[in-house]
């Protein structure tokens, strides 16, 4: 592959300029790769969110929320979810906003994302979904708490 002979000071700027799943799906490209990503010159927000996703990634409870994730994650209309917090709000924070926009849906963790059945306000959770819903939320607390 030419781009891997590439020189690091290159790549490195190549990563700079990459959106966040693209950042993300380089650190699988190579060894080497890997550990020029987190070399790379990114903004604060966009640091901030692939170190997030990386630590997410590393914790036994990012596997164990998988077969849940996986079988309850639907798509949604992010930027829709985004006006409407904003017609709620006035403001939505820059870093909030770039997560619901750029992190990669199936790299959620347990129901810290929205569109999930969520117990406390009903939306299709049956009471088996409610549960372990509550559940996964107190295990996923040692990596984003959550209110169970």
Request: aromatic letters at 10%; hydrophobic letters at 45%.
């Amino acid at each position: 592959m030419a781009l891997l002979r590439f020189p690091n000071e290159i790549l490195l700027k190549i990563f700079s300029h990459l959106a966040l799943k693209a950042l993300i799906s380089s650190q699988g490209v190579s060894q080497l790769w890997q550990g020029l990503v987190p070399l790379a010159e990114l903004g604060l927000t966009w640091r901030a969110l692939l170190e997030f996703y990386i630590r997410v990634i590393d914790e036994p409870v990012f596997l164990r929320t998988r077969p849940w994730v996986l079988d309850h994650f639907r798509p949604f209309d992010r930027e829709a979810y985004i006006d409407a917090i904003r017609d709620q709000h006035n403001y939505v924070p820059h870093e909030f906003r770039m997560s619901i926009i750029e992190l990669p849906e199936k790299a959620v963790v347990g129901c810290a994302w929205p569109g999930f059945p969520n117990g406390r306000r009903g939306n299709n959770a049956d009471g088996a979904s409610q549960k372990v819903v509550r559940s996964l939320a107190r295990e996923c607390s040692s990596i984003c708490p959550v209110i169970p």
